[in-house]
Structure formats: structure tokens, C-alpha cells
């Protein structure tokens, strides 16, 4: 079994609480829009594993250092990730393409800044955007995910609400 912390939309902004939140995860991923190389090699210690994609506004360094999408097993389970993937249900050209392509099993993507979580019967995906955990864009709240993996299936999905992002 995999515990497995997911966040998204960093925009240069490291929460201090996050390291002792998911400090019992066995991965990190991030969804893109990290903000800085040196803000992805800090969230890299906290768990064995950190696996990232580059977002709209990451510079040319997290583009060379992180891929656009990312597919791989875990625990049995296929997993795309993607910054913008478009609305659960109705993806954009590129992310129907790497779903008809890959048949994932778990959709992680940020960019929307709106935490979801639904499954996609359509595609037959559990769909995971965490919000963003940043302070930077319109979202209200921060917001991230954990989730466990285990012989195949997606449980326990849990979303950590870290308050209001900043006076509106």
C-alpha cells in the first residue's frame, strides 16, 4: 500500500504546514504550476518518491526538469498526470489523446485552482485536481490531497483544507 500526497498550484509559495502534513506519504506529486526549481527540491524530501509536471507558468528550468504529463503504474493502478487537462468529463485535445492513448486508471491535474474529485464514468477514471495550495490566483481556500494505493484500487481520498489563501 501507497499513501500518496497530491498538490497543485504552488506558484512559489511553500506552506510550512505541508511538510508535517504529508510527512507520512510515500509519494509526492505535484501538478504543476510549482514556481521554482528550488521550491520542487524542498518539497522532494519529504517523501521517498516526488514525481511533478510542469505547469503554464513554470519557467524553462522546471520545463527541462519536469515533463508536460506523466503516465505510470503504482500499486497497479495506471495514473496520468497532467497541469491542464480541461474539465472532468470534457478534457482538452491533448488530455483525450493521452487517455485513449494510456487508458489511465487516476487523472491528477491542476491549473483550475478548484478542488475536485469525482469519478469519471465516461473515461473510467477517478478525475483528482487538489486545488491549489498556493496563495497566488482566485481560489478562496488552499486545498490539497491524499489518497491511498493499494493492489489495484484508489481509497481513502482525503482533502486537506489549509484555510483561506489570503484577504479577499
Known amino acids: 500500500m501507497k499513501k500518496i500526497g497530491i498538490i497543485s498550484d504552488t506558484h512559489s509559495f511553500l506552506d510550512p504546514r505541508l511538510d508535517q502534513l504529508l510527512q507520512d506519504c510515500d509519494e509526492i506529486w505535484h501538478a504543476g ?32 526538469a519536469f515533463p508536460e504529463y506523466q503516465f505510470f503504474g503504482i500499486e497497479n493502478v495506471k495514473v496520468l498526470m497532467i497541469h491542464i487537462a480541461g474539465k472532468a ?13 494510456f487508458n489511465p486508471d487516476l ?18 477514471l477517478i478525475y483528482v485536481n487538489p486545488g491549489a495550495v498556493g496563495k497566488h490566483g482566485f481560489h478562496i481556500f488552499q486545498t490539497c490531497v491524499t489518497l491511498c494505493i493499494d493492489k489495484g484500487k484508489v481509497f481513502d481520498l482525503n482533502v486537506i483544507e489549509l484555510g483561506r489563501r489570503a484577504a479577499l
Open 33 to 64: 504550476d510549482i514556481g521554482t526549481l528550488e521550491l520542487a527540491d524542498s518539497i522532494s524530501k519529504w517523501a521517498p518518491i516526488f514525481r511533478a509536471v510542469y505547469g503554464n507558468i513554470d519557467n524553462h528550468e522546471l520545463r527541462r
Open 107 to 124: 487523472l491528477v491535474c491542476g491549473h483550475s485552482h478548484i478542488l475536485k474529485i469525482i469519478k469519471d464514468e465516461k473515461h473510467k
Open 89 to 101: 468529463g470534457s478534457y482538452n485535445l491533448t488530455t483525450r489523446e493521452l487517455i485513449q492513448k
